[in-house]
């Protein structure tokens, strides 16, 4: 089992703790906490979900901890991962030919951008699923239809909790974060090692989140 403490990379490349499965059960002690501490829910999200568990289309990959964007006195929030990869398992290019070479400009990557950044990508490509950021939006997991494709910090809750959530290939996936004009960043939910330097015609695998 990986750590949940803290929040997803800011600022550089983080570091991943292994833990053993006494500590499991504390994670998730504290995962439930973390939902108290940013506040009760004062909507119909329970307030004591755990990392891991089923809810709304997937399985809760994080808890917004206090200082995080979009942690509110009063309300509980999180993402949530979808139960399977998109595309059968297979890999997808982050951009249709014509764009290869063509800066989307104002992705981010922090937590919280996802959304955001996937529709700047839809909005240059256009409407289809055959690249990351249209195949993520077009996710309708238990008829959910907010899925998107995640930033470098919100694709980083999956590998930290990958244990607890299962079903991950070691292996690159695609974030929504823009790197340069033709590079987009990634990361290896193998290992967690980040990178900017794929080429956009490059076939990385999809994991959609959403966020509750």
């Not at 990959?61 to 949530?80: R, S, T, V």
């Not at 996802?114 to 309708?140: C, W």
């Not at 090692?193 to 990385?204: A, E, I, L, M, R």
């Amino acid at each position: 089992m990986t750590s949940l403490a803290g929040s997803p990379g800011h600022g550089g490349r983080r570091t991943h703790v292994a833990y053993g499965r006494g500590a499991f059960i504390a994670c998730l002690a504290i995962a439930t906490i973390a939902v108290a501490a940013c506040g009760a829910a004062s909507t119909p999200v329970p307030s004591d979900l755990a990392i891991g568990q089923a809810y709304g289309g997937g399985f809760v990959a994080y808890i917004l901890q206090p200082g995080d964007p979009g942690c509110a006195a009063g309300e509980a929030h999180g993402l949530i991962a979808a139960i399977d990869d998109q595309n059968g398992g297979f890999g997808i290019r982050w951009a249709l030919p014509h764009y290869w070479n063509t800066a989307v400009t104002g992705t981010g990557t922090a937590l919280g951008t996802g959304s955001a950044n996937t529709d700047r990508v839809i909005a240059q490509n256009g409407a289809g699923i055959d690249y990351a950021a249209g195949l993520a939006r077009a996710h309708a997991g238990s008829g959910f239809t907010d899925w998107y494709l995640p930033s470098r910090d919100e694709l980083d809750t999956p590998y930290l909790n990958r244990s607890a959530i299962g079903g991950f290939a070691s292996a690159a996936y695609w974030s929504s974060s823009e790197a340069g004009t033709n590079t987009a960043r990634y990361q290896d939910l193998g290992n967690g090692v980040q990178g900017d330097s794929f080429g956009k015609h490059s076939t990385d695998l999809v994991r959609a989140v959403r966020r509750f």
